[in-house]
């Protein structure tokens, strides 16, 4: 995030004041929505590892031999449980919703920075994603091989999966569960009821993951607007 920084202050600086401003702010929206997801990542640690120590206490309650009537320290771990599951899920899909809009605003500052393009709105990642090249040809832009594959890489893991798992999901035979790997991570698993041949479990990444790709994407989309500074709609400075 330091690397967006550094450069909104730099290039704010070749622009006049009111354009130089209006790049700005258009790029610091993501450093808002980038501190909001290190809040949620946050609070999801922690509800983790509260959420494995439970689970855990209540593994370790459980005799071998076949099923067993539950013992009230069960029935009072199980009763525990459930919120800190939907804890760990509230953490995630909240994730996954301000990491989309995080996405958004991006398109949205390149849109801003090098004008709108007639047909070709950049509203959204998913637009951003469909309409890159044809964008690109427009305004005259080249399209670093890293920035392109990062546009449609988080296309599939943030805005796919929070429009197909999370905000548009409706299948009434759809289950939530919790797993988590050997750093203590917890996911989101998605599975069916009464499952078909064609339904597979679909599970949430890992925070951490998530967040290094953004940052990388962040990085991708500075070489990509560095490289096509040329063809900035701002009036420069020099013409004050």
Known sequence: MQALIDFIGRERNRFA????????????????????????RQRHQD?????????????????????????????????????????????????????????????HAIENYFGPARGLSLDSHDDLAKSLRAYAAAKGLTIPEEFENSVLDLRQ?????????????????????????????????????YPKGSDKQVNSETLGGLMAALEAHIGSVISFVEANRSRARFKPAEEL
């Open 157 to 193: 893991r943030i805005s796919d999966f929070r429009d197909q798992q999370i905000a548009h999901e409706k299948s009434p035979r759809t289950m939530r569960g919790t797993t988590w790997d050997a750093t203590g991570e917890v996911m989101l698993a998605t599975n069916r009821l």
């Open 17 to 40: 004041v009111d354009d130089g401003n209006i790049f700005a702010f258009a790029f610091s929206k993501v450093t808002r929505r980038w501190a909001f997801l290190e809040i949620i």
């Open 47 to 107: 509800a983790s590892a509260a959420f494995i120590s439970n689970s855990e206490a209540f593994r370790a309650t459980i005799k071998p031999g076949g099923p067993h009537t539950m013992t009230q320290d069960q029935m009072k771990l199980q009763a525990e449980g459930w919120p800190l599951s939907n804890l760990v899920h509230l953490e995630i899909e909240s994730f996954y919703l301000f990491a989309k809009i995080l996405l958004d605003e991006l398109a």
